[in-house]
């Protein structure tokens, strides 16, 4: 029998990527359309990549598992 491979999940893939460095980046939601209202300071913020928690790290990591 042939081993079942673990497939990527595409809705995670589609919003978060691996870094070099192992940690998963994402961009946050709000920052698309409709930012008239919002600050500079926020719009600037929402341009940037972040980061996720370790755990977090984790679970991501494990629906990406394909990925790479």
């Known amino acids: 029998m042939a081993k079942i491979k673990q497939k ?3 809705a ?16 946050r939601a709000g ?3 409709n930012t008239v209202g ?3 300071k926020r719009l600037r913020k929402l341009r ?3 980061g996720l928690s370790s755990a977090d790290n ?5 629906l990406l ?3 790479r």
């Open 12 to 27: 995670t893939a589609k919003k978060f990527k691996i870094r070099n460095s192992g940690s998963v980046k994402y961009k």
């Open 31 to 33: 920052a698309n359309h």
């Open 38 to 40: 919002y600050s500079s």
């Open 58 to 62: 984790k679970r991501i990591k494990k």
């Open 48 to 50: 940037s990549a972040h």
């Open 65 to 67: 598992d394909r990925m």
């Open 8 to 10: 990527t999940h595409k």
